[in-house]
């Protein structure tokens, strides 16, 4: 659970370069950028690229924690309610990125984008502190099934 956090934290930092480099339309073409998966042309499209990439590594460690903490027996109503709401936070997230680009960084997808990245922050740090008050070990969530992390 923490790990998932420090990703979304890190993947909104990097947007945040992103967006204050001007890097938001270096790359205009959806999925590759001028035909390639990492660009070779200029460092901008790579940091443009990173952060598509990383929008995806964000949205696998979001579906993967969520139906971690989903089959959690302990977990109660918030956690069910906050874990269930984080992969269509995710879905939205990366449609308003999609959004953002075709749009010629359209006022309204770009400002959607990011409040959705607040949102699904906010989500986490809920999720991390509402685990931690109910004696929900984050490292315990995250083991795999049937195994216990150490010192837990």
């Not at 070779?40 to 590594?57: E, I, T």
């Not at 460690?61 to 139906?67: C, D, N, Y």
Request: glycine share 12%.
């Amino acid at each position: 659970l923490g790990a998932v956090l420090l990703l979304i934290y890190l993947q909104i930092v990097l947007g945040g370069i992103v967006r204050h480099l001007h890097a938001g339309l270096v790359c205009i073409d959806i999925p590759l950028c001028n035909g390639e998966l990492w660009p070779s042309a200029h460092p901008m499209q790579r940091l443009h690229m990173l952060h598509r990439m990383g929008g995806v590594l964000v949205a696998l460690a979001v579906f993967w924690i969520s139906v971690q903490l989903l089959k959690e027996e302990r977990a109660g109503k918030w956690v069910r309610l906050l874990a269930g709401l984080a992969p269509f936070l995710v879905i939205a997230q990366v449609t308003l990125g999609l959004l953002s680009v075709t749009t010629f960084l359209g006022l309204v997808p770009v400002t959607a984008h990011l409040g959705g990245g607040a949102l699904l922050l906010a989500t986490f740090v809920s999720l991390w502190m509402i685990c931690r008050r109910a004696g929900l070990s984050p490292a315990e969530i995250s083991a795999p099934s049937g195994v216990q992390a150490a010192g837990v």
